[in-house]
């Protein structure tokens, strides 16, 4: 598996670690505006996201959203917005992370339901094309462009 890397390093990809959960979600940690956090790596996800709760946690500014938000199991969520953030997934960095910000708790139960640990958000596919992601399933790992 090791070829593949060095086959993309090359390219300018960053090779980031990520774990199969209890529940076969993709789960990696990320630091954003430099904290650290477990979120759950979505190519299903349009947008990345954090709960409410986390706010605070990462020290985003929040603004009002008129958005609506909708995920597996739920529609119509009230959402926010959070612009000009860092987010750093291993070595791969982006300046300009915009999150969207919304009501996880149903995320979050579903995992607990499953003892699988909670998660501070998702990183969705705005993510995975601005780095042009590749997902590697069998070796755990997924590269991003820098």
């Not at 960053?14 to 759950?40: E, P, Y």
């Not at 990183?123 to 997902?135: E, R, T, W």
């Amino acid at each position: 598996m090791d070829k593949i890397f060095d086959a993309l390093k090359s390219k300018g990809y960053k090779k980031i670690k990520l774990k199969i959960s209890k529940t076969h979600h993709l789960v990696i940690k990320a630091k954003v505006n430099g904290i650290s956090g477990n979120f759950i790596l979505d190519t299903g996800a349009s947008s990345s996201c954090v709960g409410f709760g986390d706010v605070e946690h990462f020290n985003l500014r929040a603004e009002e959203s008129l958005t609506k938000a909708a995920g597996a199991g739920a529609v119509g969520m009230d959402t926010q917005m959070s612009s000009n953030n860092t987010l750093q997934l291993g070595r791969w960095k982006t300046d300009d992370f915009s999150l969207v910000i919304f009501n996880m708790s149903h995320v979050n139960l579903a995992l607990e339901q499953y003892k699988a640990k909670p998660v501070h958000g998702i990183i969705g596919a705005d993510i995975l094309m601005k780095g042009k992601g590749i997902i590697d399933y069998h070796g755990e790992y997924f590269y991003l462009k820098q």
